[in-house]
């Protein structure tokens, strides 16, 4: 329970931080509540693919011809364990392989379902009138995910409570997502609405790939520490852009 607590209070500070800055043109109570359940939903949905796709994929490895032999327990479990020692033998080819599955199942699903669930609340309530008023919804959406997303991780774990806390990188990915989002609007081209999905995508999925190489390998630590470092200087400077934007008025354009 009290990893779980450790977990909360870095979202719920951006969070509120969201809704002071929307203080003179608050969101209508229930829309801030649908994109809190949007996130949320976002969030389950991205599970269920990322289960799908990680079935897919073992099946991919067994083949067909060994796909017969798992009725029998011993055989599975053979089957199983040649997998799982093939996979830390790291070759360019499987690091390619590797990073297009992450890119796919992990990156462009969760930044996607993000963009789509936030997308359908801010058309349905019509909410959004200026480029800040759309990041805005993004930031909650993505909080929102990284909220319940970090509340099920750090169960158990009060190392992991806190160090998912102190990493909020969904919303990072968020006000990429949202500039260029806006962007786009502004300047009546859809490149940049493209981008808003790209960027954080790969973005997201760099930063997975890395932890995905040092589950396999110690060696890879450096890169790991090398790609948190990265992310925490996106993050402070995301925090910096977005209070200035919001200082200046630099995003208040209808779009």
Known sequence: MLSVLLAVPVSVGLLIWILR????????????????????????????????????????????????????????????KEISEAAKVITPERMLMGFIRTFILIGFVEEFLKFICAKFVMRKEGVVYTWMDALLCFAVVAVSFQLFEDMGYSSGSIVLAIFRALTPFHFTFAVFMGYFYGLGKVKGNGFY??????????????????????????????LNLGMNAVMLVLTVLAVLKLRKWHRDGTLDVFI
């Open 21 to 80: 800055m929307k203080q003179y043109n608050p969101f209508p109570k229930f829309t801030f509540v649908k994109l809190l359940i949007a996130g949320a939903i976002a969030l389950f949905l991205s599970g269920i693919i990322t289960i799908i796709g990680g079935i897919i994929n073992l099946l991919i490895q067994i083949g067909p011809e060994q796909l017969k032999l798992m009725t029998d327990a011993e055989s599975a479990v053979k089957i199983l």
């Open 193 to 222: 609405t493209i981008l808003a999905l790209v960027v954080p995508a790969l973005i997201h999925t760099l930063y997975d790939f890395s932890i995905s190489l040092l589950q396999r390998d110690d060696n890879f630590i450096f």
